[in-house]
């Protein structure tokens, strides 16, 4: 599945490993892609939307609904 976010809070090289790294928590198989200039983190994974909005927020930043 393909979903879509909005995160706010990362601004660097470090906010996008982070993401990144809390995403594979979820799911090791995930793809990732972060654009840090509009805070769009984009994810193709088979895990549920939630189960990575909350990884991404455990991590600090905020995920818009």
């Given amino acids: 599945m393909q979903y879509q976010f909005d995160v706010k809070g990362m ?3 470090h906010c996008e490993r982070a993401v990144v790294h809390a ?9 990732v892609k972060v654009d840090l200039s509009t805070g769009r983190v984009d994810v193709e994974s088979e895990k ?6 909350n990884a991404i927020r455990e991590e600090g930043y ?3 609904a």
């Fill in 48 to 53: 549920s939307r939630d189960a990575i909005a």
């Fill in 11 to 13: 601004t660097c090289g």
């Fill in 23 to 31: 995403v594979r928590e979820v799911d090791t198989d995930a793809v």
């Fill in 62 to 64: 905020e995920v818009a």
